[in-house]
């Protein structure tokens, strides 16, 4: 990410949940790794296979950290995770999906329900998490099938 989506932002300073925030719609704080994070959904959406069928990608599996895994599959060469990265953002992990579903049920941002969207987190060498927006269902896929990716930044 660049400087500028690293900024810190102090909590006396976030908008409302679901106000604009750094090029997206703020949808919760949360603590990752000890910090506090400000995570913001953006307004992109993006459409591709998750990665390489059969070829396990170290460093994906986190099922927290949607940046890590995002990360490691650009690494990989995934075109999804590489186009991620280029806004400036990542692909949301399985607990960072959880949270954009809690805000959707909240009527706090939008997000398609009549697609399965890509998650970051990798089950193994065959599988990724996906989930569906429409009740929030979270399953697993094989990682060449062509999904939609909605990313996310972090603050």
């Known amino acids: 990410m660049t400087k500028q989506?690293?900024?810190?932002?102090?909590?006396?300073?976030l908008p409302e949940r679901g106000q604009p925030l750094a090029g997206g719609v703020f949808v919760t704080r949360h603590w990752l790794n000890g910090v506090e994070r400000a995570l913001i959904l953006l307004p992109d959406e993006l459409s591709g296979p998750w990665g390489e069928?059969?070829?396990?990608?170290?460093?994906?599996?986190?099922?927290s950290d949607g940046e890590a895994n995002t990360r490691a599959m650009?690494?990989?060469?995934?075109?999804i995770a590489i186009k991620a990265l280029e806004l400036d953002g990542f692909i949301p992990s399985c607990l960072e999906g959880q949270l954009l579903m809690a805000a959707k049920a909240e009527g706090l941002v939008e997000l398609r329900e009549n697609r399965w969207h890509w998650l970051s987190s990798?089950?193994?060498a065959y599988d990724a998490y996906g989930v569906v927006f429409e009740d929030?269902?979270?399953n697993l896929y094989g990682k060449s099938f062509e999904r939609l990716a909605r990313p996310v930044r972090s603050l």
């Open 122 to 124: 990798q089950r193994s």
């Open 5 to 13: 989506a690293q900024q810190a932002v102090l909590a006396a300073e």
């Open 136 to 138: 929030g269902w979270l």
């Open 74 to 79: 650009a690494e990989a060469g995934s075109v």
């Open 53 to 63: 069928y059969g070829v396990e990608i170290k460093g994906a599996g986190s099922y």
